[in-house]
């Protein structure tokens, strides 16, 4: 079965950081590329940043671009995202999702396999 399990959301204060991680199990996941989206109340999902299956190339939506930073531990089946310099606005909850895209997406429904989601809130 796959599962993709988010952690390491939370309140924070604006300016402050915060690490997610994305654990996964049920498939290979060094052939599978990740992406991070995000959820706010009201608002469309929005893809945050994405790391390729093969060469860990990255990219990022211009929103966190220079403030969050994607990475993915294949021995460990663990994708992070690191957001520094959190802003109110990045407040939503956040996804990881995995597929076997072999070029760079950040829309959501491209991707086969979502997980279920980790709040994180920035206080203003």
């Known amino acids: 079965e796959v599962q993709l399990v988010e952690s390491g959301g939370g309140l924070v204060q604006a300016g402050g950081s915060l690490r997610l991680s994305c654990a996964a199990s049920?498939?290979?996941?060094?052939?599978?590329?990740i992406l991070w989206f995000r959820q706010a109340p009201g608002k469309e999902r929005e893809g945050v940043s994405y790391?390729?299956?093969?060469?860990?190339?990255?990219v990022y939506a211009d929103s966190v671009k220079g403030r969050f930073t994607i990475s993915r531990d294949n021995a460990k089946n663990t994708a992070y995202l690191q957001m520094n310099s959190l802003k109110p606005e990045d407040t939503a909850a956040y996804y990881c999702?995995?597929?076997?895209?072999?070029?760079?997406?950040?829309?959501?429904?491209?991707?086969?396999?979502w997980g279920q989601g980790t709040q994180v809130t920035v206080s203003s």
């Open positions: 790391i390729s299956r093969s060469d860990g190339s990255t």
């Open positions: 999702a995995a597929d076997r895209l072999r070029a760079a997406e950040l829309t959501p429904y491209a991707y086969a396999y």
């Open positions: 049920g498939f290979t996941f060094d052939d599978y590329a």
